[in-house]
């Protein structure tokens, strides 16, 4: 397992590095796997001593219900010594993981500096192969490719035929001859004059404004009633409420 997570396999080193690298690499699996099978080992003395102690309190606690005393003290003795045991190889095996872990670190870390000095050298490689004088014969083709191509498209924009025999200033100085013909032409042009006829209705105006404004007060004073007020009823005299008094009891 060691040998496949290092690239080791048929006891030559995995990576095509220098003998010395590959020697190392070697040295350094055959190291973890050995630490490997210590630590198995300890677990298993580790289980054998738990089983021991076990053992031993149960005779002593038989002794001690039977009243054997010194049969109790022997197997509490035993007890004792298998306890210190398990201690020490308690304290070996982490010992074997500390020195296991660290091997494990150690080679992963020459694997890491190995990779990056691998990733050095091709780049070293590749930037020897690209010359600064290179690109810079590159970029000095790409620009004159680009001159070319401008070049071509100025030819083509060029005017041909009778197009090309025409003045421009002569056609500019026409221009400006037909623009001073035209502003001639409007400045001498009348300027039509509006008759009296067209203005009297401006002076008509306030006197056909005059009626209509007389009707508007005369529609804003208050309206005078047509009919006369009726007539004031005299007052009923006391026999002719006697008699209607009368009139009514009778209708009763």
Known sequence: MFKKLFGQGSGQGGGGGPANSANSTGRTVDAIQKLGETEELLIKRRSLLEKKIALELAKAKEYTKAQNKRAALMALKKKKMYEAQLEQVENNIL???????????????????????????????TMSEMKINDVDQVLDEINEQTDQM????????????????LDEDELL?????????????????PQPVPSARMQAP???????????RAQAQAQAL???????????????????????????????
């Open 95 to 125: 010992r074997v993981n500390e020195q296991q872990m660290m091997l494990e670190n150690q080679r992963t870390t020459v694997e890491t500096v190995s990779a990056l000095r691998n990733a050095a050298q091709a780049s070293k490689a």
């Open 150 to 165: 401008q070049q071509i498209q100025d030819a083509m924009a060029q005017p041909i035929g009778a197009a090309a025999d």
């Open 173 to 189: 100085g026409e221009l400006e001859t037909l623009e001073s013909e035209q502003l001639d032409s409007e400045l001498l042009e």
């Open 202 to 212: 401006a002076h008509a105006a306030p006197a056909q404004a005059a009626p209509a």
């Open 222 to 252: 208050p309206s005078v009633p047509q009919s006369r007020p009726a007539a004031a009823r005299p007052a009923k005299t006391a026999e002719e409420e006697e008699l209607e008094a009368l009139e009514k009891e009778m209708a009763a």
